[in-house]
């Protein structure tokens, strides 16, 4: 997981991903599957990539009663993820149900995947958090608690944007994974994102990986987007 360039495949269709993947070659890379891809081609798009030697992401952020969290992930954790993920304002209980429902689908002598909870989203701001979901404190405070409930339920990380990464670690650890999506170069357009952070800012502030979509993906040349992504990132040349 860690100093990972997760690239997020938001395409329609696995032809789509194909195309986008041809100029990589035999690059093993560790690619997000999210609700658009998975929707519409199902488990099999992460047993496509598996067998291409990519670690995934799969990203389908289960808010949910503990329950029925419970039994999806015992179902996704048969897919033999890397990373799978919940929002933290589905409460301790779910989070800790996802962890259950991970465990138990896992097969024994496998390690059960990452679990990380999205704090608040990196398209919330500041004040669309107070006046639409009226949480009255800043959007900091309200990372930083979901943050300490993710971390009291056992999960393994979050995900925040690469501003609040450093006071997560100071609160929760070094050892609890931060996955930064909001990440963009100087030049390029924010779009829907709100708290967003070029990779400079998200490597020092100790972001343990970082999501990148559109930049990448969207790029008339991925292959070499990818490598100043990662040169960007990592801050030496690959
Ligand atoms: O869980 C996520 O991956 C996620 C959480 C979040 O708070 N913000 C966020 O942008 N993401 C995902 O990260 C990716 C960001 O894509 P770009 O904005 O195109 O770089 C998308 O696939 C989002 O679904």
């Not at 997981?1 to 560790?30: H, K, Q, T």
């Not at 995900?159 to 994974?177: K, L, P």
Request: glycine letters at 8%.
């Amino acid at each position: 997981m860690d100093n990972s360039l997760i690239i997020a495949l938001d395409f329609a269709n696995r032809s789509e991903v194909a195309r986008f993947l041809e100029p990589f070659g035999d690059r093993e890379l560790f690619l997000k599957v999210g609700m658009e891809l998975f929707y519409q081609e199902g488990p099999s798009i992460v047993q496509l990539l598996k067998e291409k030697g990519h670690q995934i992401f799969l990203d389908l952020k289960l808010h949910d009663i503990p329950n029925t969290v419970f039994g999806a992930m015992k179902g996704l954790a048969q897919l033999e993820c890397d990373l799978v993920n919940v929002h933290a304002a589905g409460g301790k209980e779910m989070m800790q149900a996802a962890l259950e429902g991970l465990s138990a689908g896992t097969a024994s002598g496998r390690k059960r995947p990452n679990c990380i909870a999205v704090t608040q989203l990196t398209s919330t701001s500041q004040e669309q958090m107070n006046k639409e979901q009226l949480i009255p404190i800043t959007l900091n405070e309200s990372v930083l608690h979901y943050a300490s409930l993710a971390k009291d339920a056992g999960l393994d990380g979050v995900v925040c944007s690469a501003w609040e990464s450093v006071s997560i670690h100071d609160n929760t650890g070094n050892s609890f994974i931060t996955v930064c999506p909001g990440i963009r170069m100087e030049s390029d357009h924010v779009g829907d994102q709100k708290r967003v952070a070029t990779p400079e800012f998200a490597r020092n502030a100790g972001v343990s990986a970082i999501v990148v979509g559109r930049a990448i993906t969207r790029s008339a040349d991925p292959a070499n987007s990818y490598e100043q992504w990662m040169e960007a990132w990592k801050g030496v040349h690959q």
